[in-house]
């Protein structure tokens, strides 16, 4: 289990300040926000904000239009002039589409936006990667793998080698029916039991230890796995959000691991951006340790 993960983001977070950008957008913007801003400024990092300033804080004032802020978040990337990002609360896909067809030349769209391990941590304090979390990618095996690959890579480079797989299913064994169909809507929950099936013989093989754990996250977690993957990815981002919002668990980070720089992604609707910062520190400060 990843419970000593939050330890070692603050000791890398702390070996220096890092210059990291953030993209605000103005119509989202309220004062705990900008309080998270100017805290991680005081704390963590040397920060640029792209869009809505922040009193206090190198800011580049960016009108409500929002490609206008990707733009000028991407310029300012391609200049060099930051080590990180931070997503902030602009929206998501129009910034990401643009890295993409900058720094992950020669990929599909699937196999780049996948790569998002998400850790969280429950109300228990188990640690842990969760996903696919995206309503439009996760839904076959190849863009489960892809997902898997990229957090058993974002491990790594914490330090954590071989780590535990979960992988969970629409359907209990006990309801799985290998021929007999007696309901066409149900072939789709029968395809999640042997898609799990499939990537825990496909990682078992690799030398990783591994289960299917059909509808039971809770088990997974239990039996201390590191990576769970989800039966696709809608469902993650269900899963995702019931916990985060409604259920009390935190999500430590949410890296992008197909770009060329450390890009930490967030949700619009967050109010505190401070964990988000913290963690991207660590991840260039660990980088710069390789």
């Not at 910034?95 to 429950?122: F, H, S, T, W």
């Not at 696919?132 to 957090?151: A, H, L, M």
């Not at 977690?221 to 981002?237: H, L, R, S, T, Y």
Request: proline content about 3%; aromatic content about 10%.
């Amino acid at each position: 289990m990843l419970n000593d993960f939050k330890q070692k983001v603050e000791s890398l977070a702390k070996k220096r300040r890092p210059k990291i950008m953030i993209g605000l957008y103005q119509g989202r913007m309220n004062e705990n926000i900008a309080e998270s801003i100017r805290r991680a400024q005081k704390e963590i990092a040397d920060l640029v904000v792209v869009g809505a300033p922040v009193e206090g804080v190198e800011s580049i004032e960016v009108g409500p239009d929002m490609t206008e802020i990707h733009d000028k978040m991407v310029e300012i990337i391609e200049k060099g002039e930051v080590e990180g990002v931070v997503r902030g609360n602009v929206e998501e896909h129009g910034l990401l589409r643009k890295l993409m067809a900058k720094y992950a030349v020669g990929m599909a769209e699937n196999e780049a936006r996948i790569q998002n391990p998400c850790v969280m941590e429950d109300i228990n304090g188990n640690v842990f990667i969760l996903g696919p979390g995206s309503t439009v990618w996760g839904r076959n095996d190849q863009e489960k793998i892809y997902w898997t690959d990229s957090s058993i890579k974002f491990l790594a480079s914490f330090g954590y080698d071989k780590p535990k797989l979960g992988f969970l299913t629409s359907i209990r064994e006990a309801n799985y029916k290998k021929t007999t169909v007696e309901n066409e809507d149900t072939l789709w929950s029968y395809k999640t039991w042997e898609s799990a099936e499939k990537l825990v013989k496909y990682y078992q093989d690799k030398g990783f230890e591994a289960k299917n754990y059909e509808i039971h996250v809770e088990h997974a977690v239990k039996d201390n796995c590191d990576i769970i993957c989800v039966a696709e990815g809608p469902m993650g981002n269900a899963m995702f959000r019931g916990a985060f919002f409604l259920g009390g668990a935190k999500l430590l980070a949410g890296p992008r691991m197909a770009l060329k720089i450390p890009y930490e992604d967030t949700s619009q609707s967050e109010q505190d951006y401070y964990n988000h910062i913290l963690f991207a520190a660590a991840w260039i400060n660990g980088n710069q340790n390789k």
